[in-house]
């Protein structure tokens, strides 16, 4: 079955780091990838997309690129902030007559002062 | 701003209750999830619909927990009866196709005792 593999967190980061999140995803068939990201006591909100290879999601300086080849959708951010505090989770959503998203188990980061 | 929102936002119950979650998906989305997130298992999904068919319930225990849509604008969980260990934030999201993010509600948040 499809599934949606990502690092394991907490990932802990001082103000202005790099970050990247790796995921990995299996799938039949062509399905579109998300990133999503929680904020605490809130529902788990879009972040950016990408819907076929080679497509480049961005958004508040995140950015992931769908690798059909690797089958990866690796979330990256050159400087992160306070405030990029949150739970990032992958996701895949694949056209199956109805549409199904799995979620992978989330990462969570913390950035520092 | 369109928003999923879902009741109550806090459940405290004794074992062995009925407990109903609500949901009232965004008008005109065709698509509703019913997710159950916890520290160990992360984001499960347990039921999906599409046009008020359920497409998918295989990730919830069938002999305590269904789900329904009554209509177009309303989406119930019931777990009857609950356990300790159905202790979880649950959420509904909606969706209006396959290219598209999720919208997801605030969750329920479900303590049995």
């Known amino acids: 079955g499809n599934s949606v593999t990502q690092m394991e967190g907490p990932v802990t980061l001082s103000e202005e780091a790099f970050l990247t999140i790796n995921c990995t995803y299996t799938a039949t068939g062509y399905p579109s990838l998300f990133w999503y990201v929680q904020y605490p006591g809130e529902g788990l909100q879009l972040l950016l997309k990408a819907t076929k290879a080679d497509d480049k999601g961005s958004n508040k300086g995140f950015e992931a690129t769908y690798r059909k080849e690797t089958t990866s959708f690796h979330l990256e951010k050159g400087s992160v902030q306070v405030s990029d505090s949150a739970v990032y989770f992958c996701a895949l959503t694949e056209n199956t007559g109805g549409f199904k998203t799995i979620f992978g188990a989330g990462t969570r980061l913390f950035v520092k002062a | 701003d369109a928003r999923v929102t879902q009741t109550p936002r806090h459940k405290v119950t004794e074992m062995g209750q009925e407990v109903t979650m609500r949901c009232q998906p965004i008008l005109g989305h065709n698509t509703v999830f019913w997710y159950r997130q916890t520290m160990m298992q992360g984001l499960e999904l347990l039921a999906y619909?599409?046009?008020?068919?359920?497409?998918?319930d295989s990730g919830m225990p069938k002999d305590r927990f269904s789900a329904e849509m009554p209509d177009a604008t309303l989406a119930t969980l019931k777990i009857q009866p609950s356990e300790p260990r159905d202790s979880a934030v649950y959420f509904c999201a909606s969706g209006p196709d396959y290219n598209s993010p999720l919208h997801f509600g605030n969750g329920t948040r479900l303590t049995v005792t």
């Open positions: 619909f599409r046009n008020r068919a359920p497409l998918d």
